[in-house]
């Protein structure tokens, strides 16, 4: 295991633990709607408004619409083993520049047993914050974001419907 992608791994673990704790506004160990979303949005993660209420519904383990410390974790930290994914990184980089592009990203992620569309992969790439380039540039995703990407897809493939046509939509809404 390369020390880089250990540091991604700890980076990321950080990132979520202080997004729950500058959410955590009265220091209660959970976060209501509006806490969970900030602290969404301090992880630089792009969720609708629908997306966030459906995750909170699901992780509210006691029904009072709030969700614990160890949820928001669990939610949120890499859903995959270092080395499954530093494999699957690994093996669809194409050259030495360390991105993967659209197609090494959907072939990674089949690599992992998520079949994503290249539409839903890209959409994907997208609303994790730190995929460089313009919306008319070429995805190009770094280790790091590969790691938050495959959260995100688990996330997405668990909690939303996909609909023909690539769409991802939060489970419960139609078109």
Known sequence: MSRGSS?????????ITNAFRSADLNGSGKLGYHEFRRAIQAMKLMFHAEE????LATH????DGTIS???FIEIFKPSYKEAALLSA???N??????FLGLKQLRLALIHLGLNL?????????RRCNDATGAFYKPVKVSFRSFCKLTSRACIYLHQANIHPGGGIWPAGMSL
Do not use: M, Q
């Open 7 to 15: 540091n991604a791994f700890h980076e990321i673990e950080r990132s």
């Open 52 to 55: 966030v209420g459906h995750l």
């Open 60 to 63: 509210d383990l006691v029904g």
């Open 69 to 71: 410390r160890e949820s």
């Open 89 to 91: 990184f690994a093996s």
């Open 93 to 98: 980089k194409t050259d030495d520049d360390g």
């Open 117 to 125: 569309s290249e539409v839903e992969a890209y959409n994907l790439s």
